[in-house]
Structure formats: C-alpha cells, structure tokens
C-alpha cells in the first residue's frame, strides 16, 4: 500500500522527459507487439488510460490475465449474448469454414441481425471429424442449443458455395 509520500509522489504533475519516456516506452510496445496504432484509438484503451490516471495501479501479469480476468470476461460476454439473443427474431445464421492442408476443419458462426448487429457465437472444431453437411449441421446445433437460441429464429442461412454446403442447407430446410 503507498504512503501518503508516494500518494503525493504520484498525484504531481510528471515533466515533460517523463511523458516522452512514457511515449516512447508505449510506441516500442506497441511495435514490438504487432498492435497496430490504431489501438491508441480504442475506447476501451483510453477509458483503461482515464482510469489508470486516477488510481496508484500495478500492471497484472500476463498469467493473471488470462486465467483469471479473461475467462471473467468470456463469462460476461456469454451472458449479454444470451440476453441479447433471447428477444431476437428473424436471425441470418453464418457459417465460413476453414480446412487446413490435412483436412482439418474450422468454422466460424456468427448471428447476424440487419446489416448492422453481428454476434458472434461460437468456433465450431471439426478437426477430429468429416467435415460433412450432417457433422456441420450436428455442431450446428450444438451450439446453438448451448446458446439458448433455437431455429425458429433463424430466417435464413449464408454460406460460401461448396456442394457441402448445399446440401447442409437442404439439411436445415428438412430439420425446420
């Protein structure tokens, strides 16, 4: 806990050679990172820098991070799409899918709502199976069942072309 000394020590303006290190110190991690500049931009970024201005703060450390604030964070997320998506109707189910050189499969599925409102929901991993229209259509609804959200808000579904494809959407057409 800091004394009133450091309190004071902190609550004083920094010089100008402080705030230049400060820059600088920000710029080579954000290189040294691969971040684009454009981070500096965030919302997010600037409300965690107003609220680091205000307080003595100690930066977490990396495995601070990601066992205990990003599963809290994942948990949260999970819940406002949960709530979202239990008043949504007439929903766009897109899938875009992956295959790697051995034949492994990733697909992305996201909820769409208009042009505007996008939910992402869930990576499907279909890498320790075919990569069939029935297997894609069983992960499916999988998830979405996990997702509380049921096919009856579905209106529509988007996917690339390939016949797989094709025939999950014939799939979804028998299921409804």
Known sequence: KPTSVQMQDFFRPMSSQKVQL??????????SSNVPMTFLE???????????ARSPYQLPQRVQIIEKVLPMVHAQHEV?????????????LSLDGWTDNSGNSIYAL????GAKKKYFLDVLDLNRKQHTADNI????????RSKQVGFDKICAVVTDSPSTMIKLRVSYQNFL
Not at 42 to 52: A, R, S
Not at 80 to 92: A, H, V, Y
């Open 137 to 144: 259509f069983s992960a499916i609804k999988q998830s979405l």
């Open 42 to 52: 965030n919302p997010y970024f600037q409300e965690y820098q107003t609220e680091l």
């Open 80 to 92: 406002e799409i949960f709530e979202t998506l239990k008043e949504q109707r007439q929903l766009t």
């Open 110 to 113: 996201m909820a769409l709502k």
């Open 22 to 31: 400060l820059h600088e110190l920000l710029l080579k991690s954000l290189i």
